[in-house]
């Protein structure tokens, strides 16, 4: 004990150092292109869905985390904009339809993503290319009251559309090779606004007084209203972690305490399970062993065939219990004892002149067959079922 003791404060101590050291420890910067609403790394979108209020501010930001078929045809979403920032839309004919009423009635949906796939591609002629150059880039907008180069860095604003329907499709936004990088479809009385660069949106471009200005006017384009839609479902985005734990696996450092102290638990748990004294031997209890000793009683008889022998048995039982249960005499087997039985236990006359006979008969024979010796046994069975 005095040894587990010591090899569990060391092990302590090492656990508590391992903390600190990983606390301490610089968090290496995420640069995944999550545009996840919630995440403030780079390419995370914390700030433009926080900056929403202050684009529209007597708009309401609502969430949503359905399909575009749903959210329309349900009436989960009411009048006013609809914004997808996701890394791949992929919008199919059912969704396309009910994205067109909603637009066709009047609203407004705002979409960037790098990948268009589905029946918006298809029908919209949608396809997107990128820009080779490495380095800084630059976007203007088509608009002469927005006159301005936006430059930004780490590529994201290299992607374009290398084609789209021209008979529908009005040029929003180029970039500084002329390719053009954010479209406006016109459809009954709403606009639907298309931008191959979702990563002007992120946090790393928003910190920056140029992406800042870029994503303000893009966005502008989109109408004042009551309500302002944030579209989850396309991007994958999952509503946030409720469970206990959330905090743990939030921090690398703690989540690295949690699991070390899971291990440990398991440890000291498998090194307790040897026991720490004699095991006590199980003792059978004696086993009735009554039912076996008839058993092969039996047996042997049945393999002696001695009905004569099995016969006088029976009958001198017969004759103890008479003598000890109903106090009768038993000396012969004669008609004074068939009276007895009818007297004293009710019994029926030829039942009981029947028995008797058969006693009288079997009590000195020598040889009993098969047929007497069950006969004989049936009358006693009877007898003691009427007697009871």
Not at 32 to 38: A, D, G, R
Not at 223 to 242: A, R
Not at 306 to 331: E, G, P, Q, W
């Amino acid at each position: 004990m005095k040894d587990f003791k010591i090899y569990l404060s060391i092990a302590s101590a090492l656990m508590v150092v391992f903390l600190i050291a990983q606390y301490n420890k610089p968090t290496p910067i995420d640069w995944t292109p999550s545009l996840y609403y919630n995440d403030k790394i780079p390419f995370g979108t914390y700030i433009t869905y926080n900056q929403l209020n202050q684009l529209f501010p007597k708009a309401a930001i609502v969430k949503t985390n359905t399909s575009i078929y749903h959210a329309f045809h349900d009436s989960v979403v009411s009048n006013g904009n609809y914004i997808i920032i996701a890394k791949s839309v992929n919008i199919n004919k059912f969704d396309f339809s009910e994205l067109a009423k909603y637009v066709k009635a009047g609203n407004s949906i705002f979409i960037s993503s790098f990948n268009f796939k589905g029946f918006l591609a298809d029908t919209l002629k949608i396809s997107t290319a990128y820009e080779v150059k490495k380095g800084t880039s630059s976007l203007v907008f088509t608009n002469n009251l927005l006159k301005g180069l936006y430059k930004f860095d780490r590529d994201v604003s290299n992607q374009y559309f290398d084609d789209f329907d021209t008979a529908k499709a009005t040029v929003v936004g180029k970039n500084e090779y002329g390719h053009v990088t954010f479209l406006n479809f016109k459809i009954g009385k709403g606009n639907l606004f298309i931008c191959a660069n979702p990563g002007v949106f992120t946090n790393y471009s928003l910190l920056s007084k140029n992406g800042a200005d870029y994503a303000a006017r893009a966005l502008s384009y989109l109408p004042v209203t009551n309500t302002v839609y944030w579209d989850e479902f396309q991007n994958g985005d999952i509503p946030p972690d409720q469970s206990p734990l959330r905090v743990f696996f939030g921090n690398p450092s703690l989540q690295w305490a949690y699991y070390l102290s899971v291990v440990s638990l398991l440890i000291f748990v498998l090194y307790e399970m040897k026991r720490r004294q004699r095991i006590i031997p199980v003792i059978e209890p004696l086993k009735n062993s009554t039912l076996e000793f008839v058993t092969t009683v039996g047996q042997v008889y049945y393999e002696k065939r001695n009905n004569a022998n099995i016969a006088h048995k029976k009958i001198l039982y017969f004759f103890v219990y008479l003598r000890d249960v109903h106090n009768i005499k038993t000396s012969r087997p004669d008609q004074e004892l068939a009276d007895t039985l009818m007297a004293k236990l009710g019994i029926a006359t030829d039942f009981s002149n029947e028995l008797i006979s058969i006693i009288n008969q079997l009590e000195t024979q020598t040889y009993v067959s098969d047929s007497q010796l069950i006969k004989l046994n049936k009358l006693i069975e009877q007898f003691y079922n009427q007697a009871r």
